[in-house]
Structures are given as C-alpha cells and as structure tokens.
C-alpha cells in the first residue's frame, strides 16, 4: 500500500503550512529566527531547515504578518497585532474540516490560543 497521499497531507499541514506554527510560537515571545526553527523542530516535531523556516519568516514579514526589531545584535520576530485574529481564523477553518471530514469535534474556545 502506497503511503504517499498520507505523506503529501502530513507536509501540507506541516511545512507548506508552517506559518500557524510560527504565529504559535510568536504569541509566547519574541524570537529570534534560529530559535523558531529550533522550537518548530522540538515541539512540533517537524523536519525543517533553519532557511526553509527564514524563507517562511521572509514571506510573514512580507505580508506583514511579523515584523523585525534589533535585539543585541540581531533581528528579532514578533507578531503584528492582527496577525492572532488571522491566525484564530485558521484554527476554525482546520476545526471545521476536522468536524466535517472526520467527524471529530473540537471545541477550542474562542478565546485559547
């Protein structure tokens, strides 16, 4: 059986979709792009590269989802304000297909993050 639909799917929800891990994150603190990477890598268990993640933070910043600042030395990410209610509304959408698709209801409340 071949196992390459579930391994298209895993790295749709997981590398091509990597900004809702990075906007997870981000809500915690400010980091610096290697230690999102890092993070993404330990946390999420998700086999990416230290320059797929900036090429992800290049394009958040870009659509003006993060912004930099200069921390010690180095550039720093953090979320723009409107970025979270971006990000809630990505949460409902994979809540409802989980609902629809699955039959499997998640109640993350409107409020958790």
């Not at 990416?48 to 090429?55: L, S």
């Amino acid at each position: 059986m071949s196992q390459k639909a579930l391994s298209r799917l895993m790295t749709k929800l997981t590398k091509e979709n990597l900004w809702i891990y990075v906007v997870k994150l981000l809500m915690e603190k400010p980091m610096y792009g290697y230690e999102i990477a890092k993070e993404i890598r330990e946390r999420f268990n998700i086999d990416i590269t230290n320059v797929g993640v900036y090429v992800v933070l290049y394009k958040m910043e870009r659509d003006g989802l993060v912004e930099t600042f200069m921390s010690d030395g180095s550039k720093m990410y953090r979320l723009n304000p409107e970025t979270i209610k971006l990000w809630l509304r990505a949460r409902d959408f994979i809540s409802l297909i989980l609902k629809q698709i699955f039959s499997c209801a998640v109640d993350c409340g409107p409020e958790k993050t």
